[in-house]
């Protein structure tokens, strides 16, 4: 396993440098952003490493053809960012689904490395630490968690107006689709965003934890509004750490509830909103269980 380190010189260059080296990974390339934007060549590595620290033009550029290389399949591609490159990092990223850490702790950045090399089978990783592996339990939890919750929340969509109809009457008639219910008040919706962070008032927040929930939830109000979500701005939505949120975001657009939409103004920012698919099943869930009634609907949702 080849292994480059793109970053500024310094402690986090060496610290993923110590990872690959413990990982029994060959370290083959260790420059920074400004040369790899100049020379206009990824390196020769089957994972590739890019530890941001601003995103300046130099850095975004290098990141654009280092996301074109994974999207390839060449390269594996780990990128780390602080929260306030994040906007900026997730727009340069458009092609591939790069493994991406916002403002990373040291076990984040060893289980995503693990994670990469655990698709080579014959990689040598090294023990870990009691701590590491009950991070890497957790972190395979979520996985499972996640892939659960989207099952259960893009199922084939059944209107409900068409779900009525009897079988001889599907039979004599031919197929049609009745109309989608439309989106529910977005006032409600943000009544409800703001009941479920009550909560947080009076109990551990963790208890309650349902980023998918809130992610469509702020993204299905946005939509009623005709406004546009950043990516930062969904991170928080979620209440989940970014790292986290990133990842169910990621899922979510894979799974085609939600779609990536490019800012054509400004190729520095890019866009998460509801798919149409998405749009149908939050407007369907809020018409099935009444949206005509406030209190009914903030008790169940």
């Given amino acids: 396993m080849r292994i480059a380190i793109v970053a500024a010189p310094g402690p986090l260059q060496e610290l993923w440098a110590e990872e690959a080296g413990l990982a029994g990974a060959t370290l083959t390339t260790a420059g920074d952003f400004a040369a790899l934007a100049e020379t206009g060549r990824a390196p020769s590595a089957d994972v590739i490493i890019a530890e941001v620290g601003e995103a300046n033009g130099a850095t975004l550029a290098a990141l654009a053809l280092l996301d074109e290389e994974a999207a390839h399949g060449r390269r594996k591609l780990i990128v780390a960012t602080p929260l306030a490159a994040l906007e900026a990092v997730f727009a340069s990223l458009p092609l591939a689904q790069p493994t991406l850490l916002v403002a990373p702790t040291h076990g984040e950045r060893v289980l995503a490395l693990g994670h990469a090399l655990a698709d080579r089978p014959l990689a040598r990783v090294r023990e870990l630490s009691a701590d590491e592996r009950t991070a890497l339990l957790r972190l395979a939890e979520q996985v499972g968690q996640i892939a659960a919750r989207l099952e259960g929340i893009a199922p084939t969509l059944t209107p409900p107006l068409a779900a009525s109809a009897s079988a001889n009457d599907q039979q004599a008639a031919p197929a ?126």
Avoid: K, N
Avoid at 187 to 197: K, P
């Fill in 176 to 301: 049609s689709h009745a109309p989608r219910p439309p989106l529910p008040d977005p006032r409600l919706v943000r009544r409800i965003i703001h009941q479920r962070e009550q909560r947080a008032r009076f109990f551990d927040g963790g208890l309650f934890a349902d980023p998918a929930w809130d992610i469509l939830l702020d993204l299905t109000a946005a939509r009623a509004e005709h406004v546009r979500v950043s990516v930062t701005s969904l991170c928080i939505a979620s209440g989940v750490p970014p790292t986290t949120a990133l990842r169910w975001i990621a899922q979510m657009v894979e799974t085609g509830l939600l779609e990536r939409q490019e800012d054509t103004g400004d190729r520095r920012r890019a866009f998460i909103a509801l798919s149409d698919r998405g749009a149908d099943a939050m407007a369907c869930y809020f018409a099935a269980i009444g949206a005509g009634s406030g209190s009914r609907v903030a008790a169940l949702a």
